[in-house]
């Protein structure tokens, strides 16, 4: 041993351990939070958000094409409709017509006959006839008169145009009828216009 000599003193560096830092690095990225593991999550969310974005727009122009078909359907139909019923307007009495046309032919023959003829008799059987068949016909297309004459007044099928006083009549019944009404299916068509009685003025004041 020499003396005076100085023992030197070396510093000594401590190397971190395997599994000392790294591993808790390695345990902080882990596969879930890496960052390119994580950018490749996002990216395939972003795709379905715009798959899913891509669907519902052409689920929206699949609507709106077939809204705009079926507003011309509409269109259309409303077009065709229209025509129908002005077709039907214009020839719905084309059955009715061709039914008085006939009769419309004896009058004119019955007035001309008229003229050559002076036995009145025969043009008015004649007219007569005429009138019968042409109601006859008008029946078929449900035309219906109905009787006035010595029945009560009504007003929902009466017409009033005169008051009559009288003694031969009950009050308030039908004395003459000036013009038939008609019913077409069982429903008012003209209301017949009459004359009405009403006991005469004596009686009143007597019974007064």
Do not use: C
């Not at 259309?76 to 009715?96: C, H, P, S, V």
């Not at 008012?188 to 007597?206: F, M």
């Amino acid at each position: 041993m020499i003396e005076g000599s100085e023992k030197k003193k070396i510093p000594v560096t401590l190397e971190p351990s395997p599994e000392g830092d790294e591993g808790k690095i390695s345990e902080v990225l882990t596969e879930g939070n890496h960052p390119k593991n994580k950018k490749k999550k996002e990216d395939k969310e972003i795709e379905e958000l715009k798959k899913k974005l891509e669907e519902k727009e052409k689920e929206a122009k699949e609507n709106y094409d077939r809204l705009l078909r079926t507003a011309a359907d509409f269109e259309n139909y409303k077009k065709r409709a229209a025509k129908e019923k002005e077709d039907w307007t214009k020839f719905a009495i084309e059955d009715l017509i061709k039914a008085i046309l006939p009769f419309i032919d004896n009058l004119e023959r019955t007035v001309n006959h008229a003229q050559k003829v002076k036995d009145t008799g025969v043009l008015i059987e004649g007219a007569r006839l005429t009138l019968q068949q042409l109601l006859q016909a008008l029946n078929k297309f449900g035309l219906s008169s109905f009787e006035s004459v010595g029945k009560p007044f009504d007003p929902a099928v009466h017409e009033a145009m005169l008051v009559v006083e009288t003694d031969k009549h009950e009050p308030n019944q039908v004395v003459e009828e000036f013009q038939r009404g008609y019913l077409l299916n069982d429903r008012l068509l003209r209301p017949a216009t009459v004359s009405v009685s009403k006991p005469p003025e004596k009686e009143i004041r007597t019974s007064e």
